[in-house]
C-alpha cells in the first residue's frame, strides 16, 4: 500500500506512469474500453464510471473513499473537469472546484471573471440572434468572432466583419446546435500559450509556446520556446497569475492561451489541466520541468514547487502530420529519414490523440504514423482532425527544432485520392 492514494478522471495515461515508485496508489475512472490496457499496471484499480457525470463519478468513488480516504481527485481532461470538480467539492479536497471548473469552462464567464477582478477589459456578448450579433459588430465598429461558449479543439470558430458575414456565421452556428455563442472583437496578432503549475494559490509560468494554424483556428504545429512570447514574457507572466486568481485556481497545472495585440497581451482562453497537443512533453524537452510528473508530485508534497520560472535549456516542437483529405492509397517513408518511426499496425485504430508518445521520450527526433492505406484523411477542421500522425522534435532552440521536423516531413509520403 503507498503512502498516497489519489484518483484520476479519464485522460491519457502518462501523468500516472511511475506513479507507484513514487508510493502513490492510483483510482483511474474512465469509460470501458477508452483505455489503454497496459495502464492497467499503473494503477490501484479501475473504476468505470460516466466521465462527465458528478454523481455518478461520486457514487462510484464514496465506498473506496470511506475506506480509505483520497488525498487528491484529478483530471487530465476538458470532458471531466466540471465532474471532477464536483467530487473535489463533495469530498472537501484541495483542487480545481466545480466553479473554477465552470469559470475557465464557459467562455463568457471566463471574461466575467476577469472583468471583475479588473483584470482586462476585452470587450464580448452573449448573443442570441442575429440582430443582436449585427448590434454588437457594430458597437465594436470592426471584426468579430463567433464562437460556442464551451467550445474546444478550435471547433465552430467564425470571424466576421460584416453583417451578411454575421447572418450566414449565425446560421451556420445553428445548424450545429450553437444557438446562443459568445461575440466578442477580434483579437490581432500571434497567438501563444503559457504552461503553469500552482500550488497553494502560488502561480509558476514554466514554458511559452507558439502554433501555426490555418485559417479555421486549427493548430498544426506546437513550438516552444515561444520566439514572439519573448518581449512580452514580464507581462504574459503577471496577466496568467491574475488570470488564475480570478477564476480560483489555488493548485494543479494549468494552460492558458493569449493573443499578442499591439497594445500587449490579451487572454483568449485558459484550462485548469495539463495541456494538449504533447505540450508537457515539449515543455520537459525544451525546459527542463517534466508537468507529468509534477500533476501528482507536487500537490501531495513529493515535490517542491520551484520557486522561479526555469529558463530554456532547447527547443521541441510537435509537428502534426496534414497530408491532401481524402482516402489514403499508399504511404512511403525514406529509409534515411531522421526519426525514429512507429506505426499504427493495420486494421487498429489509435485509442489515445498522440500514441506512443510516452515511448519516444528518450528519441531526439521521432516520427508516429497513426493512419493506413485505406483509411481516410478528413479536412482539417478542428484539432481533433490533427490524427493522421506527427513528429516530435528536439533542438538547440524551437527553430532548429523546426527544421528537424521539417526535414523529417519531407521524408514521408502520403498519396491521397
Same mark, same amino acid.
Given at each position: 500500500?503507498?503512502?498516497?492514494? @489519489?484518483?484520476?478522471?479519464?485522460?491519457?495515461?502518462?501523468?500516472?506512469?511511475?506513479?507507484?515508485?513514487?508510493?502513490?496508489?492510483v483510482v483511474?475512472?474512465?469509460?470501458?474500453?477508452?483505455?489503454?490496457?497496459?495502464?492497467?499496471?499503473?494503477?490501484?484499480?479501475?473504476?468505470?464510471?460516466?466521465? *462527465? &457525470?458528478?454523481?455518478a463519478?461520486? !457514487?462510484?468513488?464514496?465506498?473506496?473513499?470511506?475506506?480509505?480516504?483520497?488525498?487528491?481527485?484529478?483530471?487530465?481532461?476538458?470532458?471531466?473537469?466540471?465532474?471532477?470538480?464536483?467530487?473535489?467539492?463533495?469530498?472537501?479536497?484541495?483542487?480545481?472546484?466545480?466553479?473554477?471548473?465552470?469559470?475557465?469552462?464557459?467562455?463568457?464567464?471566463?471574461?466575467?471573471?476577469?472583468?471583475?477582478? *479588473?483584470?482586462?477589459?476585452?470587450?464580448?456578448?452573449?448573443?442570441n440572434?442575429?440582430?443582436?450579433?449585427?448590434a454588437?459588430?457594430e458597437q465594436?465598429?470592426?471584426k468579430? @468572432?463567433?464562437?460556442?461558449?464551451?467550445?474546444?479543439?478550435?471547433?465552430?470558430?467564425?470571424?466576421?466583419? $460584416?453583417?451578411?458575414?454575421?447572418a450566414? !456565421?449565425?446560421?451556420?452556428?445553428?445548424?450545429a446546435?450553437?444557438?446562443?455563442?459568445?461575440?466578442?472583437?477580434?483579437?490581432?496578432?500571434?497567438?501563444?500559450?503559457? *504552461?503553469?503549475?500552482?500550488?497553494?494559490?502560488?502561480?509558476? $509560468?514554466?514554458?511559452?509556446?507558439?502554433?501555426?494554424?490555418?485559417?479555421?483556428?486549427?493548430?498544426?504545429? @506546437?513550438?516552444?520556446?515561444?520566439?514572439?512570447?519573448?518581449?512580452?514574457l514580464?507581462?504574459?507572466?503577471?496577466?496568467?497569475?491574475?488570470?488564475?486568481?480570478?477564476?480560483?485556481?489555488?493548485?494543479?497545472?494549468?494552460?492558458?492561451?493569449?493573443?499578442?495585440?499591439?497594445?500587449?497581451?490579451?487572454?483568449?482562453?485558459?484550462?485548469?489541466?495539463?495541456?494538449?497537443?504533447?505540450?508537457?512533453?515539449?515543455?520537459?524537452?525544451?525546459?527542463?520541468?517534466? %508537468?507529468?510528473?509534477?500533476?501528482?508530485? @507536487?500537490?501531495?508534497?513529493? *515535490?517542491?514547487?520551484?520557486?522561479?520560472?526555469?529558463?530554456?535549456?532547447?527547443?521541441?516542437?510537435?509537428?502534426? %502530420?496534414?497530408?491532401?483529405?481524402?482516402?489514403?492509397?499508399?504511404?512511403?517513408?525514406?529509409?534515411?529519414?531522421?526519426? $525514429?518511426?512507429?506505426?499504427?499496425?493495420?486494421?487498429?485504430?489509435?485509442?489515445?490523440?498522440?500514441?506512443?508518445l510516452?515511448?519516444?521520450?528518450?528519441? &531526439?527526433t521521432?516520427?508516429?504514423?497513426?493512419?493506413?492505406?485505406? &483509411?481516410?484523411? !478528413?479536412?482539417? %477542421? $478542428?484539432?481533433?482532425?490533427?490524427?493522421?500522425g506527427?513528429?516530435?522534435?528536439?533542438?538547440?532552440?524551437?527553430?532548429?527544432?523546426?527544421?528537424?521536423?521539417?526535414?523529417?516531413?519531407?521524408?514521408?509520403?502520403?498519396?491521397?485520392?
Open positions: 500500500m503507498g503512502t498516497y492514494r @489519489v484518483a484520476v478522471i479519464g485522460g491519457m495515461p502518462a501523468p500516472i506512469h511511475g506513479a507507484r515508485e513514487l508510493g502513490i496508489d483511474l475512472v474512465h469509460e470501458e474500453g477508452k483505455y489503454e490496457p497496459s495502464i492497467l499496471a499503473h494503477t490501484e484499480r479501475v473504476v468505470h464510471a460516466p466521465l *462527465d &457525470d458528478g454523481p463519478i461520486h !457514487a462510484a468513488l464514496s465506498p473506496l473513499h470511506a475506506e480509505r480516504p483520497f488525498d487528491r481527485v484529478m483530471t487530465t481532461t476538458e470532458v471531466a473537469a466540471i465532474s471532477s470538480g464536483y467530487v473535489v467539492d463533495m469530498f472537501g479536497l484541495p483542487g480545481v472546484t466545480e466553479f473554477t471548473a465552470r469559470a475557465l469552462k464557459d467562455k463568457s464567464l471566463t471574461r466575467e471573471c476577469l472583468a471583475k477582478a *479588473d483584470v482586462e477589459n476585452v470587450r464580448y456578448q452573449v448573443v440572434s442575429v440582430q443582436e450579433a449585427v454588437f459588430l465594436i465598429g470592426g468579430i @468572432v463567433l464562437k460556442p461558449i464551451d467550445g474546444a479543439a478550435s471547433l465552430h470558430i467564425k470571424e466576421v466583419e $460584416t453583417p451578411e458575414q454575421v450566414e !456565421a449565425m446560421s451556420e452556428l445553428a445548424a446546435g450553437i444557438t446562443a455563442p459568445m461575440a466578442e472583437e477580434f483579437l490581432s496578432g500571434p497567438v501563444v500559450s503559457v *504552461d503553469s503549475f500552482s500550488f497553494g494559490g502560488r502561480h509558476l $509560468t514554466i514554458g511559452y509556446s507558439e502554433y501555426r494554424m490555418n485559417d479555421r483556428f486549427v493548430e498544426w504545429e @506546437v513550438s516552444t520556446p515561444s520566439r514572439v512570447a519573448v518581449p512580452y514580464a507581462e504574459l507572466r503577471e496577466l496568467t497569475a491574475k488570470l488564475l486568481d480570478a477564476v480560483g485556481v489555488t493548485e494543479g497545472p494549468s494552460h492558458s492561451e493569449f493573443v499578442l495585440t499591439p497594445h500587449g497581451p490579451r487572454v483568449l482562453e485558459s484550462h485548469a489541466r495539463l495541456a494538449g497537443s504533447g505540450a508537457p512533453e515539449l515543455v520537459r524537452r525544451a525546459f527542463g520541468l517534466d %508537468l507529468n510528473r509534477m500533476f501528482l508530485t @507536487v500537490p501531495l508534497g513529493i *515535490d517542491e514547487l520551484p520557486l522561479e520560472s526555469p529558463a530554456p535549456i532547447g527547443g521541441a516542437v510537435a509537428l502534426f %502530420l496534414t497530408p491532401k483529405p481524402g482516402p489514403i492509397t499508399s504511404i512511403t517513408v525514406s529509409e534515411d529519414i531522421p526519426a $525514429t518511426v512507429r506505426r499504427i499496425p493495420p486494421g487498429e485504430s489509435a485509442r489515445v490523440f498522440m500514441p506512443y510516452f515511448e519516444l521520450g528518450a528519441e &531526439d521521432a516520427v508516429v504514423i497513426t493512419k493506413n492505406p485505406g &483509411d481516410e484523411v !478528413a479536412p482539417l %477542421l $478542428t484539432v481533433a482532425d490533427c490524427s493522421n506527427y513528429i516530435l522534435a528536439s533542438g538547440t532552440d524551437a527553430l532548429d527544432a523546426i527544421a528537424k521536423a521539417e526535414a523529417i516531413n519531407a521524408k514521408i509520403d502520403f498519396v491521397t485520392g
